[in-house]
């Protein structure tokens, strides 16, 4: 019969369901650091996904003082993150030095690459995808040439809405495990961490802002308001995409992209037939 102390270090992969419910049982009953420790041990080829918010900082922070060879870091650079955010990012590689993998939207490494591929704010004319392009298809890119088989995040139950019934460990519609270490704290024990332990982190945080995504769709969070009310404010999102059904994801994208592919070839044909109509009236002139 299966048991905690007679699984395989690593984990032989895919969990059957039997297997991640033992797990999440024996993780439920641990702290953070205890779970961390445990996934450096049993989970294959483990990295850390993370775009530097107050969670993920607090696990990085944990396992540099639990392993000296901590997993490496994941960082989907959209383009579109704040200045204090990429600070952020120079001022942790220099504290922790882990090794740290940074991948982009394809093709793309400026700004200016992604709006001449794109045009400009695609996030307003196709949020879905905007954000498959952005994060999930670099993730995805990132997961494959790593060979990735588990990520920790920085996710918690209280950070409401998707995440409200999180588990330690999951696995993705791709067969990725996912560890939530905090799964159970909330927003002012990350805060406390984060002070107690002198770990670095956004400069945003003390202007009043809580959840740090793009600097187009993060605004302030009010007196009282949720942790992520920031985040995409005034709809009902809460998430990027990245904790989304992969293939769900990817279908819209692709319809979003077959329809603006047609979209292109009415316009060509109409200006083709228009620039013909006026050719053939200059003759008939």
Same mark, same amino acid.
């Given at each position: 019969m299966t048991s905690i102390e007679t699984l395989s270090k690593p984990l032989q992969?895919? @969990?059957?369901?039997?297997?991640?419910?033992?797990?999440?049982?024996?993780?439920?009953q641990l702290q953070p650091e205890q779970i961390l420790e445990w996934a450096?041990?049993?989970? &294959?080829?483990? *990295?850390?996904?993370? =775009?530097? !918010? @107050?969670?993920?900082?607090?696990?990085?922070? %944990?396992?540099?003082? $639990?392993?000296?060879? &901590?997993p490496p870091l994941i960082f989907i650079d959209t383009?579109?993150?704040?200045?204090?955010?990429?600070?952020?990012?120079?001022? /942790?590689?220099?504290? *922790?030095?882990? &090794?740290?993998?940074?991948?982009?939207? =394809?093709g793309c490494d400026t700004v200016e690459d992604f709006e001449t591929k794109y045009g400009q704010r695609l996030w307003e004319r196709d949020e879905d995808t905007y954000d498959f392009v952005v994060k999930v298809e670099p993730a995805q890119r990132a997961y494959a040439e790593l060979g990735v088989q588990a990520v920790i995040t920085g996710r918690r139950a209280s950070q409401?809405?998707?995440?409200?019934?999180?588990? &330690?460990?999951?696995?993705? $519609?791709? !067969?990725?495990?996912k560890l939530n270490p905090l799964f159970e704290w909330t927003f002012p024990i990350v805060e406390w961490y984060i002070?107690?332990?002198d /770990?670095?982190?956004?400069? @945003?945080?003390?202007q009043g802002y809580r959840s740090v995504g793009d600097w187009h769709s993060t605004v302030k969070v009010g007196e009282g308001q949720d942790e992520r009310a920031g985040r995409w404010a005034g709809r009902e999102k809460t998430e990027c995409g990245l904790h989304k059904d992969y293939f769900t994801m990817q279908k819209q994208?692709?319809?979003?992209? #077959?329809?603006?592919? %047609?979209?292109?070839?009415? /316009? %060509?044909?109409?200006?083709?037939?228009?620039?013909?109509?006026?050719?053939?009236?200059?003759? #008939?002139?």
């Open positions: 992969l895919p @969990l059957t369901p039997e297997v991640l419910e033992i797990i999440n049982a024996h993780l439920t450096v041990e049993y989970l &294959p080829n483990l *990295y850390q996904t993370t =775009a530097f !918010g @107050l969670t993920g900082l607090v696990a990085l922070d %944990m396992l540099s003082k $639990s392993t000296s060879s &901590p383009l579109y993150h704040f200045k204090e955010t990429y600070d952020l990012v120079e001022e /942790v590689k220099a504290k *922790y030095q882990t &090794p740290l993998h940074v991948y982009r939207p =394809a409401g809405g998707d995440r409200a019934l999180l588990k &330690p460990l999951e696995v993705d $519609s791709t !067969g990725l495990l002070t107690e332990n /770990v670095p982190c956004n400069r @945003l945080l003390s994208a692709m319809k979003a992209s #077959a329809v603006s592919v %047609m979209k292109t070839i009415i /316009v %060509m044909h109409f200006i083709f037939d228009l620039s013909g109509t006026r050719s053939s009236s200059a003759v #008939a002139g």
